[in-house]
């Protein structure tokens, strides 16, 4: 049987996921952040920093996406699009290696990668 640390842990990996998903369908993010909303209070505290980088993710990446494409005729939110995909799988990958350590997330605030 797993146990409820592990459980969570495994939340932690499929919100990651969502978000990865989200680049090729959009508004998955929404499932995502809702999910790391829900279970972060109940989480053991090395995760509650995942679920807060997560959340941020979300949030700076939605920003960043609204920027791009309000910026899209001024000819620069093609960059701003293209910075937002690195970022965000960049973010999601470094992410989850710290999950696969067993590692608190070392700066969940950031606004870059960690």
């Known amino acids: ?8 842990q495994t939340t932690v990996k499929v919100v990651y996921m969502i978000l990865l998903v989200n680049i090729l ?9 809702i999910i790391a909303y829900v279970h972060k209070n109940d989480a053991p505290s090395w995760l509650q920093t995942h679920y807060q980088f997560q959340i941020r993710t979300f ?24 910075f937002w995909l690195v970022w965000l799988i960049v973010r999601c990958v ?6 696969d350590k067993n590692q608190p997330h070392p700066n969940p605030t950031t606004w870059l990668f960690s």
Do not use: H
Request: no cysteine; hydrophobic share 65%; proline share 0%.
């Open 1 to 8: 049987m797993v146990d409820n640390a592990q459980n969570s």
């Open 94 to 99: 470094k992410g989850m290696m710290y999950l």
């Open 25 to 33: 369908v959009q508004f998955l993010g929404i499932i995502g952040v």
């Open 59 to 82: 949030w700076i990446g939605l920003l960043l996406l609204v920027s791009g494409g309000l910026l899209w005729v001024a000819g620069i939110g093609a960059f701003i699009l293209l």
